[in-house]
């Protein structure tokens, strides 16, 4: 679907399909394909892998806020945010379009992190900077051109957290260890193949795991493809094989530790045969999760500190001031720490949501 900038008058921040405008400002008409000619205004495109996607529909919401405060007072700026639903060829026509319509700046979370070149192709023919976030391409990828950048977390970080916090559960109740043989019996429910949050969270929360002293029995682990449906279905089929055996459950994300919780619901199983459960983001319902105990811990993926970094970056390259304020790693990542979240600090981290 081809959206003309004109609509932007129609449009109000957050609706789907559609011209976000922030900064209090409207741009001056124009039609698709007209490139904005000011510094001042600036239209910037957005391409997300899906927008069902629970961590990645708030990490937007933070976005568009932040991109309007740092914007304040220092430029006009339209975002046009397309979901390319699971498509890499959608993505592909997305961002050739939102160059078309004008777009200086593109942000882009990858459907298949390992295929961007026919983006970075059609952006670089147009000089047009791409700010990857979330799904980070691959390191050869990133040296096609030196005006790529990616924002996101270090996978190996949230895995660790992820182990020192079950750790510590485990470690201060013996009685997670409920057919008391010394051992954890435990699943992993996975996100998705490929992406760099997956397998990476899984290994370096085991590999934690064991060497805080914890004998583990790994039973089984599913894909889930960080959805909460598919977990719950994927954890109905483990919880169908191993009863009441499971003590632990690792979920490389909240939605698919909730699924997990979710087949457990649908169980006649009393809280003595269920297990504890562990997820990483700190999602609204991850969060709430964790305040209620359904989910003993989380590690926080941080949405707002990534939206800042990528609109802080965003107005750097539209007004070219303000880059040696970024901290970059090999000059074009920019990686945020995660957090540990337990039930002592979840309100915190529920109020800096609240305050972004
Ligand atoms: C998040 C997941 C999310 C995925 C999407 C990960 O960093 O933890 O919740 O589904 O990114 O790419």
């Known amino acids: 679907?081809?959206?003309?900038?004109?609509?932007?008058?129609?449009?109000?921040?957050?609706?789907?399909?559609f011209f976000a405008l922030v900064a209090g400002a409207l741009l001056a008409g124009g039609c698709a394909g007209e490139r904005a000619e000011t510094a001042g205004n600036i239209r910037v495109g957005v391409t997300c892998y899906d927008e069902s996607d629970t961590f990645i529909s708030e990490l937007l919401d933070c976005f568009r806020e932040e991109l309007a405060e740092e914007a304040e007072g220092r430029a006009e700026i339209a975002v046009a945010v397309r979901d390319a639903a699971g498509s890499q060829r959608v993505q592909d026509d997305q961002v050739a379009?939102?160059?078309?319509?004008?777009?200086?700046?593109?942000?882009?979370?990858?459907?298949?992190?390992?295929?961007?070149?026919?983006?970075?192709?059609?952006?670089?023919?147009?000089?047009?900077?791409?700010?990857?976030?979330?799904r980070e391409p691959v390191?050869?990828?990133?040296?096609?051109?030196?005006?790529l950048y990616y924002v996101g977390a270090d996978a190996r970080q949230s895995g660790v957290m992820q182990g020192e916090l079950a750790a510590d559960v485990i470690l201060s109740d013996p009685a997670i260890d409920r057919n008391r043989d010394g051992r954890i019996q435990y699943v992993v429910l996975e996100g998705e193949p490929g992406h760099q949050d997956a397998i990476i969270r899984t290994?370096?929360?085991?590999?934690?795991l064991k060497s805080s002293g914890i004998e583990l029995e790994k039973l089984s682990w599913r894909n889930a493809n960080w959805n909460r449906a598919q977990a719950q279905n994927r954890m109905a089929q483990m919880i169908g094989q191993y009863r009441t055996q499971i003590e632990l459950v690792l979920a490389n994300n909240d939605d698919m530790a909730l699924g997990a919780v979710d087949a457990y619901g649908k169980t006649n199983y009393t809280e003595a045969n269920?297990?504890?459960?562990?997820?990483?983001?700190?999602?609204?319902?991850?969060?709430?999760?964790?305040?209620?105990?359904?989910?003993?811990?989380?590690?926080?993926?941080?949405?707002?500190?990534?939206?800042?970094?990528?609109?802080?970056?965003?107005?750097?390259?539209?007004?070219?001031?303000?880059?040696?304020?970024?901290?970059?790693?090999k000059e074009q990542y920019i990686y945020l720490p995660y957090y540990k979240v337990?039930?002592?600090n979840a309100e915190e981290f529920q109020a800096k949501g609240a305050d972004s």
């Open 139 to 147: 390191a050869e990828d990133m040296l096609q051109w030196d005006r």
């Open 203 to 208: 290994e370096s929360a085991v590999d934690t």
């Open 274 to 329: 269920i297990p504890v459960f562990f997820g990483i983001d700190g999602t609204e319902v991850g969060l709430e999760a964790v305040i209620e105990g359904t989910l003993r811990a989380t590690v926080y993926n941080d949405k707002e500190g990534q939206a800042e970094a990528m609109a802080k970056l965003v107005l750097a390259l539209a007004t070219g001031q303000g880059m040696d304020e970024l901290e970059f790693e």
């Open 97 to 134: 379009e939102l160059i078309e319509e004008g777009c200086r700046i593109l942000l882009v979370n990858l459907v298949d992190r390992a295929d961007p070149s026919e983006i970075i192709d059609l952006a670089r023919e147009s000089d047009v900077p791409i700010i990857f976030f979330n």
């Open 1 to 17: 679907m081809k959206n003309d900038w004109g609509d932007i008058r129609k449009n109000v921040l957050g609706l789907a399909g």
């Open 342 to 344: 337990t039930r002592e």
